[in-house]
């Protein structure tokens, strides 16, 4: 997009503090989630889960279920294998067949076996417990080393291995690097499985509208073409379904794509003639709906100068997917365009590997893979600092890339758009009040704690290209990642503007009306912003990838450019002058050479919508704009050896938290948190933020507490909120965050994303505080989390049995 | 399901006379027999507080009750918390203020948790913020635009 608006703080809307538009609804307790959306005649699903982790299915007795009074059907996989077509995975992976319910065999604990529908969830539950399945258990696999060894018990039978997906990736002179460099280290980080884990679970809705042959579908969705996929799944055309995206999604972060049970859902609504829903209940979501995250071992080699420049290093990383792989595979992909975070690393070595198990699905999370990989890089730029003695900071300094040198391109085929990171540590530093930071350790050290500072400096790649699906899948050769959004005006005056998406928390509302405020200079609490349905909407790949602020933001400066564009041109034929001789203000134009030629919002308004004789000859009526825009950098192909433009921006951020540890517990505080963001211009601060706060929270979560934890017989041991820990407001400490703008060239107010902002440097700067602690007792640890009880063991081996 | 219990209880200041069954969860009644669905459900087992209510002035988890055990008692939800002209409280005008939320779905529950507080606490410190609010669990903020939002409020009831 060409026309840049000025950066900086010439901005009337963005930029500054504005109440949001969504929230009202929520405080009053009218928001609209899908379990709160109820439609006449509406049934309910309940599902048994296997209590195998593999096993095959040999026979489904359901006629004490359907005998219960309110039931009014039971169906297994044999039913949804006749009447849907398998789901889609990234990967090409034909051997791999996903349906909504287990066909003949389970593949994990927890998988749905089979689905009762009836008046109620009680009535359904009541029943679900009187269906008798016969199981023959079979071999499984639940370590992923394991799953990767060849002989493995097979996951799928139908694939050749438990290995989906492994290729090396070979950029620049690695072994020369290697060769060439004073010293080289390796290690191992462990990140575990854990995922976002939104306080709602996924729910969907759906009806079969008999006289229109359209399936109505309400979801709890966030997800890049739900309704294709529903629609194939289906076998409906995609004008057969209709996507209502005005739901509120309760939280997503990336995982509410609950292909399946829409699948299974607008099966049974059209099978029964009835509408029905399903909302997963908590133990459900945790250890049947497929929304696990990565689950990664990374196996680090690192080569570096005596003066702390790295030169290179080699990465693998071996993630278990769990059964049914969906696109989550490509959470490999997507840290190829960071791989080398924000440092001059010149060559690296990147070997990716995705193993199937039997333990619930992985599933898109927040980042796609990127704040495990930061926890790698940002741990080899701590061990490079201790190894050679030299300042954590001092080191990251060294190797950062400078303000001078953007663009800048990266060794796999990533150009890295602008940044700023000197600065941005340097701000946060200063925030810190580093000299005190350090004393308050050293003091905490003195006392006899144990005490560390933490040190990340990590990337927020946004925009979300697609890029890694041609580059994993040579059958997929899409490069189209688009955005769309429509602006009308009425006859009023008023401005309202049409979304293709639903919204999980991200305030698109606000966005597009804060956007499409300062483009045409109107209020934005005037404006408002309608979710679309899948019907009406225009091209849309959802707000994946910390996206929406650049390409919705984007699609919203184009469409508001168009309508100013043309009510230009009705000024103009008005005044019968050129374009360039008339001033905007405030939605009003008038001619800067005879300021009695003036024509107001409404005026120009009222001409489009009613005076057709006053228009410019052959010009549409009315007053509306569609846009619809391509990722900036967007639509290459990877090269052959593996190297592409992953995505177009890239958000910087710093962490420096302080953390004690209880000697006697292995209990981490956090005593004070810092960070540095740069998401070049931020539109909404508020919601940049609360973006951020919610980032380190979550990644808090995922440095010391959360796991899903599977014992040796492939059961789920954290399937409640009393086993799966989320930081409170006890956990998460008070958050200071200081913001920079390095604007981005590729967008229309130099906006970058911020949806996945603090996640993706939160664990790795937990992980480098607790070293930090344990490093005067020369205890290291790098599996995450950072259980209680795994510090505690650490201690404890350290300190030798306790008398 | 069959076997279902007349209770009149007052919900909002309004008095309801309904039937309800005695498995029926207090949650499960408000959203679904009252259509109050403002009241969310995030774990069914009274941990992550979405669910919270004024129980006889007392915030607890509306899915761990039954709604017969409601009976004769007094309730409050997220929409009895503006006034009856909905003018919003200055609890949840300093929400709107501070945006003390994202997706809002733990919203009406950590609103409820902090009128509790504020009802029996003049003038919270940041500690006490984060011991009343710290039975609801928030995914989307990391709770620091919540706690400046309920400091926001103390404040303004102590300004005027």
């Known amino acids: ?803 | 399901m069959t076997d279902r219990r007349d209770i009149r209880l007052t919900i909002n200041g309004r008095v309801h006379a309904a039937c309800a069954a005695p498995r029926m969860t207090l949650v499960d009644f408000i959203r679904d027999e009252l259509g109050l669905t403002g009241t969310h459900i995030g774990c069914e087992h009274g941990v992550c507080g979405a669910c919270s209510v004024i129980f006889d002035g007392k915030p607890i988890r509306s899915c761990l009750m039954f709604a017969v055990q409601a009976d004769g008692h007094a309730i409050t939800t997220v929409e009895g918390l503006e006034g009856a002209d909905g003018t919003l409280s200055p609890l949840q005008d300093s929400f709107w203020e501070a945006h003390a939320m994202q997706c809002g779905y733990c919203t009406p529950g950590m609103l409820i948790a902090a009128h509790a507080l504020l009802a029996e606490n003049l003038d919270p410190t940041e500690d006490d913020i984060r011991e009343a609010i710290s039975g609801n669990l928030c995914r989307c903020t990391g709770y620091q635009q919540i706690v400046e939002a309920v400091v926001h409020a103390a404040r303004r009831r102590k300004g005027g």
């Open chain 1, 1 to 803: 997009m060409d026309g840049h608006a000025p950066h900086g703080s010439n901005y009337r809307y963005v930029a500054r503090k504005r109440r949001t538009k969504e929230d009202k609804r929520f405080i009053t307790g009218r928001g609209r989630y899908v379990a709160d959306v109820s439609v006449p005649g509406m049934k309910h699903v309940a599902v048994i889960a296997s209590p195998h982790a593999a096993a095959r299915i040999a026979a489904i007795r359901t006629a004490k279920a359907l005998a219960v009074p309110g039931v009014v059907a039971v169906v297994t996989g044999a039913d949804i294998v006749a009447a849907t077509n398998p789901m889609q995975h990234g990967l090409d992976i034909p051997g791999v067949r996903w349906y909504a319910l287990a066909v003949d065999r389970a593949r994990y604990a927890g998988e749905w076996v089979a689905a009762v529908v009836a008046d109620s969830r009680y009535v359904a539950e009541d029943a679900a417990e009187l269906i008798e399945v016969d199981y023959e258990p079979l071999p499984f696999v639940i370590d992923p080393e394991a799953a990767f060894q060849p002989g493995s018990p097979p996951v799928h039978p139908d694939h050749k291995s438990n290995v989906l997906f492994q290729r090396r990736f070979v950029y620049g002179d690695v072994d020369g690097d290697f060769r060439r460099a004073d010293h080289t280290l390796s290690f191992r980080v462990r990140w575990g499985r854990s995922s976002t884990v939104p306080i709602e679970t996924f729910g969907v809705l759906a009806r079969w509208d008999e006289g229109r042959d359209v399936l109505d579908v309400w979801a709890s969705i966030q997800m890049p073409k739900f309704h294709d996929q529903l629609a194939g799944c289906l076998r409906l055309g995609g004008n057969n379904v209709r996507v209502h995206y005005d739901v509120d999604v309760g939280g997503s972060y990336g995982t509410k794509r609950g292909i399946a049970h829409s699948v299974l859902v607008g099966f049974l609504a059209r099978k029964l003639r009835t509408p029905v829903r399903f909302i997963e209940d908590r133990l459900e979501y945790m250890a049947g709906g497929g929304a696990h995250g990565p689950d990664r071992i990374f196996d680090m080699e690192v080569a570096f100068n005596r003066d702390g420049r790295v030169l290179s290093h080699r990465m693998r990383a071996l993630d278990d997917v769990g059964c049914y792989p969906g696109r989550s595979p490509l959470q490999l992909g997507k840290p190829i365009g960071a791989i080398v975070g924000p440092y001059k690393i010149g060559s690296c070595a990147y070997e990716a590997i995705s193993v199937t198990t039997n333990k619930t699905s992985q599933v898109a999370v927040r980042g796609f893979g990127q704040a495990p990989t930061n926890v790698a890089i940002e741990t080899a730029m701590d061990r490079v600092a201790g190894f050679l003695g030299i300042d954590r900071l001092e080191v990251r300094r060294r190797n950062f890339i400078a303000k001078g040198e953007f663009p800048y391109l990266i060794p796999s085929g990533t150009t890295y758009d602008s940044g700023d990171y000197p600065t941005v540590l340097d701000k946060t530093v200063a925030l810190s009040r580093w000299p005190e930071l350090l004393a308050k350790r050293d003091a905490l050290r003195a006392e006899g704690r144990l005490a560390g500072i933490g040190i990340a400096t990590c990337l927020e790649p946004s925009g979300g290209n697609s890029a890694f699906e041609p580059l994993f899948n040579p059958l997929n050769d899409t490069t189209t990642w688009m955005e769309s959004c429509q602006i009308k005006i009425d006859l009023g005056g008023t401005i309202t503007a049409i979304i293709a998406t639903s919204t999980s928390g991200q305030g698109h509302e606000t966005l597009v009306a804060t956007v499409i405020g300062e483009e045409l200079e109107r209020d934005p609490d005037t404006i408002r912003v309608v979710h679309s349905d899948s019907l009406g909407a225009f091209p849309s790949n959802s707000p994946v990838g910390s996206r929406m602020a650049i390409m919705l933001g984007g699609a919203a400066s184009g469409a508001a450019r168009q309508i100013r564009a043309s009510l230009t041109r009705i000024a103009a034929h008005n005044f019968n002058v050129p374009e360039d001789r008339l001033e905007y203000e405030s939605g009003a134009i008038t001619n800067r050479n005879n300021t009695a030629q003036k024509l107001a919002w409404d005026d120009l308004v009222r001409i489009a919508h009613r005076k057709y004789h006053l228009m410019p000859p052959g010009s549409e009526p009315g007053l509306q704009a569609t846009y619809c825009w391509e990722v900036p950098t967007g639509g290459k192909m990877p090269t052959p050896d593996g190297r592409v433009q992953m995505y177009p921006c890239f958000s910087f951020e710093a962490h420096v938290p302080l953390v004690a540890i209880d000697p006697a517990s292995g209990k981490v505080d956090i005593l004070a948190y810092f960070v540095g963001h740069d998401c070049g211009t931020v539109i909404s601060p508020d919601i940049v933020r609360g973006i951020t706060c919610g980032g380190i929270a979550h990644g808090i979560g995922a440095a010391l507490y959360e796991k899903f934890e599977y014992d040796a017989n492939g059961q789920l041991l954290a399937g409640t909120f009393a086993d799966y820990l989320m930081p409170s407001a006890h956990e998460v400490p008070a958050i200071a965050v200081t913001e920079h703008c390095t604007p981005s060239p590729h967008t229309p107010m130099g906006q970058k994303g911020s949806g996945e902002a603090g996640y993706l440097g939160a664990p790795a700067a937990i992980a480098s505080a607790v070293n930090d602690a344990l490093a005067p007792l020369g205890l290291a640890i790098t599996t995450l989390p950072m259980r209680l009880k795994d510090i505690e063991a650490l201690l404890a081996a350290k300190s030798g049995p306790k008398p």
